[in-house]
């Protein structure tokens, strides 16, 4: 034991100067234990974990050995207890029955659906017939039909006639859970409209930055008509609202989709135009170049027009994460101190996670953070090697797009394929022909623009600026279009993505050779992912959709409906198919909408409606019966209908060595967003709504 406490001493002894990093990593640890639980953890839990997280406060005087060891179990406990109040904090009523009728509520975004309609989110809801107490805090209506009686905008009040319902799980188990994504957005209830949305009051003096996000949108598109317009207005105001399916998708397809997130490239070249503007000025007067302070002033200029950016473009993770990260780098300027860091990178991730604790989950967050630790890692040793070889000027601009390009699709393309199951073979080629235009000439302009708004000539700059614009929606297009310009990859195991973020943070912060260690989990990861198996038969948590796996790929049981669901199976598959496509796969005729299959020893009878149920009216074992409706059969099969779907949620069968029969439920347990708050805490929240 005195060998392993020697040896672990040396090795944190090694680390010493270099271990702040790790800091978010653990609070990451943290969290993510949180999430992971199957039961809601009691207030008792929170406050322990709260108590021993303050340890990492004087973790320092527990020596070299112990103190780096005590501050990340205290940091970790922290995360954790973050999490629990996060959780706690955001709270409110969700719905819990279908609701149609009149919904009233004021608009506080406007976006897209992933079905290209447009899209309301209302607090101040009003429900027809509903408690207040009981009525959800903000609810999400897609619009359908017959529209065009009013052009929304942030803080009107605004009424309709739609249908509701509470958030769903997840399409299959262990799969992404939109009730806990909800549950962090405060939705209650989310639905659609075909009647037309009324005007109830126009907008007060609430919401005016995001009046402002759409005025200048608005603007933007108005000068710049068409999809460069709607880019424009995308990467300037973050609103997306603007821009065509077909334009999205040829993005998604060439891995350019990060140029309309508003995040690190567009803060750092915003920031760093301003800063080189202000700068020059500052030098070109006499007495200014030698008695005034130009860097730091140049730096606080900078710093002022990126906190504009952040509060313009809606605020979301890769923008939030940005802008601490470029705040951190110049407000390390203004004190003489070195701007870009691995310890400006954590302290952006430790911000980030302590207001919003479940980012972690997100792709933004994931995708976010490891290109930048990979591109500060690597530059660091970049610097190292330029320094050493003494290179020509022209050279190290060049290797450094190249390199940036490179780093950062290697250090995102993981985690961007376990999230979306796909990956753009020549998103690098794109990249390097599409980046520099939009930081030498895009946003440039963009910062021009906006200067000149006041005067009325933001046109001149737009119409430049549409010129690059062209450009990277010409090379979106030209390259989705190539043939294998898109591969598809199955859904990987849950622990996999650690995995690969546990190899990939070794590489990245540890200090000397031991950073090799981080192969064995990487490898470890490439080996779960290969060998993944996607279940047998999957069953939709309404009843409506099955899927069953077979050499050819998933055949589903339906060629129309339940059309997110089939879509998320088939990617999650990895092989590329559409919902009509693996209908036409199934292996028997579906006569009046009773579909029948075999798979191995196991039959499955998938009833449609009302008059399919009926006509069934027995079943046998090795039988699995799902049903749309309510149904009773005598024998010993398996039945899956609606009211025993809304305990489970969704269904996986899995056939291996025999039938395994795995629920959604038994894989995210009971949490808050489940409606499985513990008693004590439930009586915590509401002694604080009293209050």
């Not at 110049?330 to 302290?347: C, H």
């Not at 190292?384 to 290797?399: E, F, K, Y």
């Not at 946003?443 to 614009?469: F, K, S, T």
Request: aromatic letters at 6%.
């Amino acid at each position: 034991m005195g060998q392993v406490l020697t040896w672990l001493a040396a090795l944190l002894l090694g680390q010493r100067g270099h271990l702040f990093p790790w800091a978010p990593v653990c609070l990451a640890t943290g969290i993510g234990i949180y999430f992971a639980l199957r039961a809601e953890p009691s207030a008792a839990v929170l406050w322990a974990c709260g108590g021993l997280g303050c340890l990492a406060l004087v973790q320092h005087r527990a020596g070299p050995l112990w103190g780096p060891l005590v501050g990340a179990v205290a940091l970790a406990a922290a995360g954790f207890a973050l999490a629990g109040v996060r959780a706690q904090q955001v709270a409110g009523p969700v719905l819990d029955f279908r609701y149609y009728g009149a919904i009233e509520g004021r608009v506080i975004q406007i976006d897209r659906s992933a079905s290209d309609a447009l899209r309301l989110t209302l607090d101040r809801v009003v429900l027809e017939r509903m408690d207040p107490d009981e009525t959800p805090h903000r609810v999400r209506v897609s619009l359908h039909g017959t529209q065009g009686y009013l052009d929304p905008r942030p803080g009107q009040v605004v009424i309709l006639t739609g249908h509701l319902s509470p958030p769903g799980g997840a399409v299959e188990p262990g799969g992404f859970d939109f009730r806990r994504h909800a549950w962090f957005l405060r939705l209650g209830a989310v639905g659609y409209t075909r009647s037309p949305v009324l005007l109830l009051e126009e907008a007060d003096e609430g919401l005016p930055v995001a009046r402002m996000r759409l005025w200048l949108s608005a603007r933007v598109q108005a000068a710049l008509p068409g999809e460069r317009g709607a880019f424009a207005a995308a990467i300037m105001t973050g609103d997306r609202s603007g821009m065509g399916q077909e334009t999205l998708q040829a993005l998604r397809d060439s891995n350019l989709a990060h140029l309309l997130a508003i995040s690190g490239l567009h803060m750092g070249l915003l920031a760093g135009f301003v800063f080189a503007a202000l700068r020059l000025a500052l030098i070109l007067p006499r007495h200014a170049r030698h008695h005034w302070p130009g860097k730091k002033l140049a730096a606080l200029g900078a710093l002022l027009a990126a906190a504009g950016y952040l509060a313009l473009s809606g605020g979301n993770v890769a923008t939030e994460r940005a802008f601490i990260m470029v705040a951190a780098a110049l407000f390390a300027l203004m004190l003489d101190r070195r701007a870009l860091s691995l310890r400006s990178v954590a302290i952006a991730a430790l911000v980030v996670l302590v207001m919003r604790p479940e980012a972690l989950l997100g792709p933004g967050f994931q995708m976010s953070f490891a290109a930048t630790t990979a591109l500060v890692a690597v530059f660091e040793q970049f610097s190292l090697l330029q320094r050493d070889r003494n290179w020509p000027r022209w050279i190290a601009p060049i290797l450094s797009v190249v390199v940036s390009s490179a780093v950062a699709g290697a250090a995102t393309a993981p985690v961007g394929m376990a999230h979306f199951n796909q990956v753009a073979h020549y998103g690098l080629l794109a990249n390097l022909v599409a980046v520099p235009v939009m930081g030498i000439w895009v946003v440039p302009l963009a910062v021009l623009a906006a200067l000149l708004m006041p005067l009325g000539l933001d046109w001149i700059a737009l119409e430049l600026m549409a010129l690059g614009l062209g450009w990277i929606l010409g090379v979106a297009h030209t390259v989705a279009g190539w043939e294998g310009s898109v591969g598809h990859v199955v859904a990987p195991g849950s622990w996999v993505l650690p995995l690969i973020a546990l190899g990939g943070l070794l590489l990245c912060l540890w200090r000397g050779r031991g950073r090799l260690a981080g192969l064995a989990p990487l490898g470890l990861a490439v080996v779960l992912w290969v060998g993944t198996d996607r279940p047998g038969v999957l069953i939709s948590d309404s009843g409506t959709l099955v899927g069953i796996m077979l050499p050819e790929g998933r055949a589903l049981s339906r060629e129309r409906g339940s059309g997110f669901v089939a879509g998320v199976w088939l990617e999650n598959d990895g092989l590329g198919h559409v919902q009509p496509d693996a209908a036409a796969l199934w292996p028997a005729p579906v006569e009046g909408r009773v579909a029948r299959a075999t798979i191995g020893d196991l039959e499955i009878l998938h009833l449609q409606g009302k008059r399919a149920a009926r006509s069934v009216t027995s079943c046998h074992s090795g039988q699995i019966v799902v049903s749309s409706v309510a149904l009773s059969l005598p024998g010993g099969c398996e039945v899956f209908d609606p009211p025993r779907l809304e305990e489970s949620g969704s269904v996986a069968v899995w056939l291996r060595g025999g039938v395994q029969v795995v629920t959604d439920r038994d894989l995210s347990g009971h949490r808050l967003w489940h409606g499985g708050a513990p008693e004590p805490l439930r009586l915590a929240r509401s002694a604080v709504a009293d209050q």
